[in-house]
């Protein structure tokens, strides 16, 4: 049955479309008080969304913490519930599946965690957290899902006889390779990198920043990339979305968007990275925001962006920017933007 869900799926779809396309999409987290747990309110963690994923690209997506970039992740692929808005995959709406016709689609999307040390059970061998997947699905027993697990610790650049270890045994860097062996186990076609190297050193985050896109090479993924720093962002990227307070403020190629940003906010963010020349570090003009980020359980009216925008009048307050095109692929959501 599940199987045959999937299959489904593949035949109704072309490489023409977009894999993901992501339409109004909603994600609101209630807030109660008092004793009796009364809803006063809601989180809007993601509130009217409009993306899409290419097949075989890695769109990055940044912004600052609590903008809702890791809820838009689970949203996407299921393990939230979106709360309005559509998600399709594939060409098929996928908003609210349920039952045998949701864990097919496990099948063909897949999460790569953050933080390596809570995403393992600590209580489970490597050979069990990447077999667990195998199981879940019916894809192999036996002799077959042992030499499956031992090829995919392969795969990710681990000993295969680490099978039989434990998570505390690795370092944080081997940990989030575990993690990446776990999520390939399905042989997902999209796969959301939920800020898979904000947890580790420095000197590991390149490593797992090439291995990941090996893997894509080599298996044609499609990478839905969240993360904080814009210069590993850049450099993994074909496309980057710029979220603020929920919403997308500005889409562009990621070559483009660093040359010429169009949003105040994403210009602001270009701004913040460092240039390794001191002398023109020196030189340079930083755009400054000033005051803080709004609630998210009241956020402004407007533009969510116009309470720290040097550019904002009036109208900002009174209407909601839509995104527009500036080109032919790069789309901003401001009504006065830069030049």
């Not at 270009?270 to 005051?291: C, H, K, T, V, W």
């Not at 402004?300 to 962006?305: I, Y």
Request: net charge positive.
């Amino acid at each position: 049955m599940h199987e045959t869900s999937v299959k489904a799926l593949s035949r109704a779809w072309t490489t023409n479309e977009p894999l993901v396309s992501i339409s109004d999409l909603r994600v609101w987290f209630p807030v109660a008080s008092g004793v009796m747990q009364r809803t006063i309110g809601h989180v809007h963690a993601v509130d009217g969304v409009d993306l899409e994923i290419k097949a075989g690209e890695t769109l990055g997506l940044v912004g600052e913490s609590g903008c809702g970039k890791s809820t838009l992740g689970r949203a996407v692929t299921r393990l939230l519930e979106p709360t309005g808005g559509t998600v399709r995959f594939k060409g098929e709406d996928i908003t609210h599946i349920r039952g045998g016709h949701l864990r097919a689609l496990r099948r063909e999307m897949a999460m790569i965690f953050q933080d390596p040390y809570a995403s393992l059970d600590p209580r489970q061998t490597v050979g069990d957290i990447i077999g667990e997947p195998i199981d879940v699905h019916r894809l192999a027993k036996g002799k077959e899902r042992q030499d499956r697990i031992r090829e995919l610790l392969r795969v990710v650049g681990m000993n295969p006889r680490y099978a039989d270890r434990y998570p505390h045994e690795f370092s944080g860097g081997q940990r989030q390779r575990i993690g990446i062996a776990r999520a390939l186990a399905v042989e997902p076609t999209f796969i959301v990198c939920d800020e898979p190297i904000s947890a580790l050193d420095v000197s590991i985050q390149a490593q797992i920043i090439n291995l990941l896109e090996n893997l894509q090479s080599k298996f044609k993924l499609t990478y839905l990339f969240i993360a904080h720093d814009l210069s590993v962002v850049k450099h993994i990227s074909n496309r980057i979305a710029v979220m603020y307070l929920g919403k997308v403020m500005e889409v562009a190629p990621a070559s483009q968007l660093y040359r010429r940003p169009r949003h105040p906010y994403t210009g602001s963010l270009m701004s913040a990275i460092p240039i390794p020349d001191p002398a023109i570090e020196l030189r340079r003009e930083r755009f400054i925001l000033q005051g803080d980020v709004a609630s998210p359980v009241n956020p402004p009216s407007g533009c969510r962006f116009r309470t720290r925008c040097p550019r904002a009048r009036e109208h900002c307050a009174e209407e909601t920017p839509p995104l527009e095109a500036f080109g032919s692929d790069q789309w901003a959501a401001c009504f006065y933007p830069l030049d």
